[in-house]
């Protein structure tokens, strides 16, 4: 069974860091794509992140430079890596599996505010 | 970007009845398109995928139509549980965007 589950959550100040995990089960997150998309509270979706079977990797313009997405294989972990956290990055972060999104995880929310 | 604009943004339906919602493309996108089912406080849910293919375990009177620009979600016959918003979602061309959102709510 496939499940998706993201840690690493929770309350930071303006210009801090967090990394958010996303833990695999049921496949190996080398053999498809994976993506963060967030969820500001009461609002729509927003795709964050990308990372490709190669390697390869896309970051949406609003967290370009400041978020960066990677894996672990040897632990078939996702990662999302965000620095200089603006309040406007305050949302739930999904981690989410293929394209489109067929599995997603249960979300965790990262609130960013002084 | 690629903007997507679905409509309405709400809907009041009731139990039994046909609900359709739009979501057109500001530039085309081939059938590059996806609709998901969000239900408060939890993950949304892939329905279609590729604008038509009705994706494993979802009910069949979920459907999908369209390419190019317009297209549609149709429901053919709402039932209790289908109350909750829906998003399209184009995966023509990065970044991956999203519509606002269709909230459906019991009338």
């Known amino acids: 069974e496939v499940q998706l589950v993201e840690s690493g959550g929770g309350l930071i100040q303006p210009g801090g860091s967090l990394r958010l995990s996303c833990a695999a089960s049921?496949?190996?997150?080398?053999?498809?794509?994976m993506n963060w998309v967030r969820q500001a509270p009461g609002r729509g979706l927003e795709f964050v992140s990308l990372i490709h079977r190669d390697s390869g990797t896309y970051h949406a313009d609003s967290v370009k430079g400041r978020f960066t997405i990677s894996r672990d294989n040897s632990k078939n972990m996702l990662y999302l890596q965000m620095n200089s956290l603006r309040t406007e990055d305050t949302a739930v972060y999904y981690c989410?599996?293929?394209?489109?999104?067929?599995?997603w995880g249960q979300g965790i929310l990262v609130t960013v505010s002084s | 970007d690629i903007q997507l604009t679905q409509s309405p943004s709400f809907l009041s339906a009731s139990v039994g009845d046909r609900v359709t919602i739009t979501c057109r493309a500001s530039q085309g996108i081939d059938s590059y398109l996806a609709w998901y089912q969000q239900k408060p406080g939890k993950a949304p849910k892939l329905l279609i995928y590729d604008a038509s293919t009705l994706q494993s375990g979802v009910p069949s009177r979920f459907s999908g139509s369209g390419s190019g620009t317009e297209f549609t979600l149709t429901i053919s016959s709402l039932q209790p549980e289908d109350f909750a918003t829906y998003f399209c979602?184009?995966?023509?061309?990065?970044?991956?965007?999203f519509g606002q959102g269709t909230k459906v709510e019991i009338k």
């Open positions: 049921g496949f190996t997150v080398s053999s498809d794509y």
């Open positions: 989410a599996r293929g394209a489109p999104f067929f599995f």
């Open positions: 979602q184009q995966l023509h061309r990065y970044p991956w965007t």
